[in-house]
């Protein structure tokens, strides 16, 4: 009876997709917002900090969440823009089922404390 929601970024959903599966089997109905910046980015923020401008098999290519998620009959919300974000989380709130929102987002802005601009040195 409560709401479940999950932040996750792309790889980490690339490497456990199988759990909305298994969400959707059981009638859970969990709204996963996913950071979407085609890469592993905790491994790219490791090399950055070891190897600046050397990174090493983090790039990945998704596919678009939102009609992934919808291939397993959850809704799926593409968010491209800032101005997408309230839309998409009002929305992803109200729906009664399992919501997957695809946030497009920077490998730039690797983590909530730094960029890879910075890691380099030159941000």
Excluded at 93 to 114: C, H, N, Q, Y
Aim: without cysteine; aromatic residues 6%.
């Amino acid at each position: 009876g409560r709401a479940v929601l999950a932040f996750v970024g792309d790889g980490g959903l690339m490497m456990t997709g199988n759990e909305l599966a298994t969400a959707i089997a059981v009638g859970a109905a969990p709204k996963i917002v996913v950071s979407n910046n085609g890469g592993y980015a905790t491994i790219r923020l490791h090399q950055e900090k070891a190897f600046p401008g050397r990174p090493s098999g983090t790039s990945l290519v998704n596919p678009n969440f939102a009609r992934w998620a919808e291939s397993f009959g959850a809704r799926g919300l593409l968010v491209e823009r800032l101005e997408d974000v309230e839309g998409a989380a009002q929305e992803a709130l109200a729906a009664r089922g399992p919501v997957v929102v695809d946030v497009r987002s920077s490998m730039e802005s690797i983590s909530i404390f730094t960029t890879i601009a910075q890691l380099r040195g030159s941000g």
